[in-house]
């Protein structure tokens, strides 16, 4: 049984920057994990993804190169540097675990096994 609780969410202008965190409880940290959002009327999409060690990491196209992925595993913590944010990242952001593996975890929401409740991010233009 694995408990996750986002944080970190607000409000925010165009060009700036957010932090999230994912507070894991419960089994040993040792698992892949990936973060999604979902816009209104939207389905949740994947944002990016995190072995368990940290040393490999994957993003979605839309994030590359201005969200950066990472964990603390002392802490039982995952994070999400959020930088350049733009209006179309406004969305409720979820953090997952994929307790199937060691690696890299897949894109698809329906590989993973535990969800958070969602931290919602508006960016205002």
């Known amino acids: 049984q694995v408990q996750l609780v986002e944080s970190g969410g607000g409000l925010v202008q165009a060009g700036g920057s957010l932090r999230l965190s994912c507070a894991a409880s419960?089994?040993?940290?040792?698992?892949?994990m990936g973060w999604f959002r979902q816009a209104p009327g939207k389905e949740r999409d994947f944002v990016a993804a995190?072995?368990?060690?940290?040393?490999?990491?994957y993003y979605a196209g839309s994030v590359k190169g201005r969200f950066t992925i990472s964990r603390d595993n002392a802490k039982k913590t995952m994070y999400l540097q959020m930088n350049s944010l733009k209006p179309e990242d406004t969305a409720v952001y979820y953090c997952a675990a994929d307790l199937n593996t060691l690696g890299l975890p897949p894109q698809a929401r329906y590989e993973y096994d535990y969800w958070g409740q969602g931290t919602q991010v508006t960016v205002s233009s």
């Open positions: 419960g089994r040993t940290f040792s698992y892949g």
């Open positions: 995190i072995s368990w060690s940290g040393g490999a990491t």
